[in-house]
């Protein structure tokens, strides 16, 4: 009986494989190129744990020095400066990545007119595609203590001019700003997406219940929009040690390292500018295993919780 119930289990399973065996075999390019660019290449992360030269090869015979990387890392104070002005930036990039689209969107969400609806979605989405390279250089130029555009305004109203890119003060507050205006409009597609899917028969019972456009908002459109929410969230913590090295490697500058040298920026220079790879890569290595934690940390809570699956 046992027997007959396991081979029926392996008869259908075979079945819905081979049912779907199209998707397989389209999913099957997208496999390779992760392996290729992401799996085989992890085999560099043994440079964590070398004193690496270049003129040996990844493969020749390194000196092995196990967690002395990690152990100068950890006790460097740069080191330490970067890694809490990443958590910072990361956060409050998190924060508003979450909260900005979603108050945004249900405020579009409201406007009747179509067209005014679709021009503004397209307004705010365009700056997504733009480059840092390029937005850097723009904000480079509107920002100027001198001659920048906000601060002549500034100027002209009669307010002190503001040194957003060479201020410990305000640096963090530029970037944070900086990347809600250009990454805003993703979200909001995002979430208007989610609102579009929601049953337009709750709208009607509610009002007829008498509701108005506040509590339909509060009980029928973000309840309906709660699994976009709760992905959101649990992608969005995988970039927690994760503040933007191309916004910031194209607006900083030495004199706001203290608030605006983040890990990744720091591992450019301690790679790249002073050749210390072994050390570099222990940093890289650390901040891969925190994003896998935060990663698997949110997709448990938000599979307990609100029974939400991912994959």
Known sequence: MLNDSIYATFVKKKAKMKSG??????????????????????????????????????FGKQVFTGLQNFKVIFSNPYAIRAFKNTVIIAFFKIFTNLTVPLLFSLLLNEIRS???????????????????????????????????????FLKNIGLEQISFLGSNKWFRWTIIGTHVWKEFGFGTIMYLAAITNIDPKLYEAADVDGAGRFLKMCYITIPGMSMVIILRMVLSLSSVL???????????????????????????????????????????????????????????????????KVF
């Open 242 to 308: 994760n503040a933007g090295f191309d916004q910031i490697f194209n607006l900083y500058n030495p004199s706001v390292y203290e608030v605006g040298d983040v890990l990744d920026t720091y591992i450019y220079r301690l790679g790249l500018i002073s050749f210390q790879y072994g050390q570099s890569t222990a940093v890289g290595l650390f901040k891969s295993v925190v994003a896998l934690i935060f990663t698997s940390i949110s997709y448990i809570f938000a599979y307990k919780l609100y029974d939400y």
């Open 21 to 58: 065996i199209a998707l397989y075999i389209m999913l099957l390019p997208a496999i390779i190129l992760l392996i290729v660019f992401s799996y085989l290449p992890m085999y560099g992360i043994i440079i964590a744990f070398q004193k690496f030269n270049p003129a040996i090869g990844l």
């Open 114 to 152: 179509t067209s005014f609806k679709r021009t503004i979605q397209t307004t705010i989405y365009l700056p997504h595609f733009i480059s840092w390279v390029i937005l850097g250089q723009i904000f480079v130029e509107l920002l100027a203590v001198e001659n920048g555009m906000i601060n002549i």
